[in-house]
């Protein structure tokens, strides 16, 4: 079993920064992907970024230059430092693991962009 847990989400102003959590616990596997996706209201699901444990990132063009993924392989822990947000960035972002796989979903944390 794997359990993931999102912090960080609020109510920003356009322009302004916030940072989201994720940490991981129970089975993990040295090898694995973890990631960052965004569903907003009455859309799809769509990709953010995403980090494998060696480091390789991958990014959703929609935030490439603004957002950055990172992690603590030690704490299994996943961050996402996100700037200059837009009103369209506005949506539920979800923590997603992938290993030998299987993916695991956070239940998501909301992020709102308005002034």
């Known amino acids: 079993q794997v359990q993931l847990v999102e912090s960080g989400g609020g109510l920003v102003q356009p322009g302004g920064s916030l940072r989201l959590s994720c940490a991981a616990s129970?089975?993990?596997?040295?090898?694995?992907?973890m990631g960052w996706y965004r569903q907003a209201s009455g859309k799809e699901r769509e990709l953010v970024a995403t980090i494998t444990s060696g480091g390789s990132t991958n990014y959703g063009d929609s935030v490439k230059g603004r957002f950055t993924i990172s992690r603590e392989n030690a704490k299994n822990t996943v961050y996402l430092q996100m700037n200059n947000l837009k009103p369209e960035d506005t949506a539920v972002y979800y923590c997603?693991?992938?290993?030998?796989?299987?993916?695991?979903w956070g239940k998501g944390t909301l992020v709102t962009v308005s002034s």
């Open positions: 997603k693991l992938g290993q030998r796989g299987m993916d695991y």
């Open positions: 129970g089975s993990i596997f040295r090898i694995n992907a």
